[in-house]
Nanobody
């Protein structure tokens, strides 16, 4: 069982930046593919991006490519989502997720474990 806890959300003005963190429990963090999702009010949950377990290969959705960066520190059992050039359209609850790396594509939205989410609000 893996527990995920996000932090770093908050209120930011358009054009600003935020860094979200997702801390994972357990000793096998380095074997998990990690994903970041977001869900805006009244909308479905969307994949923001993902990072492979050990190589650190990343994938980003078109809506955030060039503005968001996912990284991980396996020694700290933590994955990060650095967000730049934020717009009001980025307002959502952001959640991290984990799955055992089994060769699935990074675009695969099937995950085994989920965090509770953190609110990001971007004001205009």
């Amino acid at each position: 069982q893996v527990q995920l806890v996000e932090s770093g959300g908050g209120l930011v003005q358009a054009g600003g930046s935020l860094r979200l963190s997702c801390a994972a429990s357990g000793r096998t963090f380095s074997t998990y593919t990690m994903g970041w999702f977001r869900q805006a009010p009244g909308k479905e949950r969307d994949l923001v991006g993902a990072i492979t377990a050990s190589e650190g290969i990343t994938y980003y959705s078109e809506s955030v490519k060039g503005r968001f960066t996912i990284s991980r520190d396996n020694a700290k059992n933590t994955v990060y989502l650095h967000m730049d050039s934020l717009t009001p359209e980025d307002t959502a609850v952001y959640s991290c997720a984990a799955r055992v790396a089994r060769g699935r594509l990074l675009t695969d939205t099937t995950y085994d474990y989920w965090g509770q989410g953190t609110q990001v609000t971007v004001s205009s």
